[in-house]
């Protein structure tokens, strides 16, 4: 998928027309995120906005995202993961490592080092090396935060991802917790599983070793062709994407875990989106409003350059999103 498109364009190149590109912040910078760009980033309060459009249109010239265009990176997936607040943040505290895989904006390492982890053992990789500049410069972090930037693609050929950054710089057997947020969703079924096996081969040996994160689901799962200008191969043939549901997500792990060798324990539910935002820990922001008030995607809306209109890149309508986690036992 990083392949199409021509991959990256000079700033302001990259037409502003497809429908998940939104043109205005609406919901989307709750106080959560806010709160990250004035304390953390420090970014004057009367700036904020601004500088995340300037930022988002440079990282859109990299490549048009539907988490650039629709301005995911704001929602911090992983911190709304059930296990964030009572696994996560205590283990990386003890000194566990921690990949961020399909980094992109590298807002889920900010957020966790906002909270209280340290930096020293969290890494971020992308197959974009881009992202890493484009990082710093969103979050104004450059003196501060570790320069541990992997530049690498989970779907290379056997040979290069053994010689790439991920298994020569981390290795295998090494990372204590690797989180996949809005990850693997990108990928058919045969390539999930692929990636799902080598994510296991990275994880460390210790048992209670963590995978985790969060995409797009469906039920009943499907193999779904992807819109324009997303739907077509190199070679013209068309491009699909695999959506799960619980049931078929656990399935590929327990695969994946077999073609790896690796005694794992899978959890995954759609029930995060399904409860209503106060239950959640105070701090913890849900996104819940901002999804629910997205309307549905039609043909006719793909060139549409209206900013009032709020379309999504994924809105099936039984679309909604799958929390996991994967255990080493
Ligand atoms: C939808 S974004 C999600 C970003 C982030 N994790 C989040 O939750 O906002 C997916 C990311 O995966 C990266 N990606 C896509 N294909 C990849 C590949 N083959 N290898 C490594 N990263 C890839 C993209 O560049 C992009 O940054």
Not at 67 to 86: D, M, R, T, V
Not at 312 to 328: G, H, W
């Amino acid at each position: 998928m990083a392949h199409m498109l021509d991959g990256p364009v000079p700033d302001g190149a990259r037409s502003v027309s497809w429908p998940w590109y939104h043109h205005v912040l609406t919901d989307e910078l709750t106080v959560d995120a806010r709160t990250l760009f004035e304390q953390y980033a420090k970014v004057p309060p009367k700036d904020v906005e601004n500088h995340i459009y300037r930022i988002r249109d440079k990282a859109w010239g990299i490549f048009p995202w539907p988490c650039i265009g629709e301005f995911w990176f704001l929602s911090f997936g992983l911190a709304k993961h059930p296990l964030y607040h009572n696994l996560v943040l205590p283990r990386l505290k003890t000194g566990d490592s921690l990949l961020d895989l399909g980094s992109c904006m590298g807002q889920d390492l900010r957020k966790l080092v906002f909270d209280g982890a340290p930096s020293e053992k969290i890494y971020a990789s992308d197959v974009f090396p881009q992202y890493e500049g484009l990082s710093y410069e969103l979050w104004r972090d450059r003196d501060t935060f570790p320069h541990h930037f992997l530049a690498d693609d989970v779907l290379a050929d056997n040979e290069d991802f053994m010689k790439g950054a991920l298994m020569t710089k981390l290795g295998p057997g090494q990372t204590d917790i690797i989180a996949i947020n809005m990850f693997l969703h990108l990928f058919d079924y045969e390539n999930q599983l692929k990636v799902a096996t080598r994510i296991i081969r990275l994880l460390s040996h210790r048992p209670g070793s963590l995978i985790l994160g969060s995409q797009a689901g469906v039920r009943p799962p499907m193999e779904q062709p992807l819109k324009p200008p997303f739907d077509k191969t190199e070679d013209g043939e068309t491009r699909t994407i695999y959506r799960h549901s619980p049931d078929s997500f656990i399935d590929l792990w327990k695969r994946a875990g077999s073609f790896a060798g690796v005694p794992i324990r899978v959890w995954a539910d759609f029930q995060i989106m399904e409860k209503k935002s106060e239950q959640y820990p105070a701090g913890v922001d849900t996104g819940l409003e901002a999804v629910a008030s997205k309307k549905p995607f039609t043909a006719d809306d793909l060139f549409s350059t209206s900013s009032a209109k709020r379309v999504l890149f994924s809105t099936e309508p039984e679309a909604r999103r799958l929390y996991f986690s994967i255990i080493r036992t």
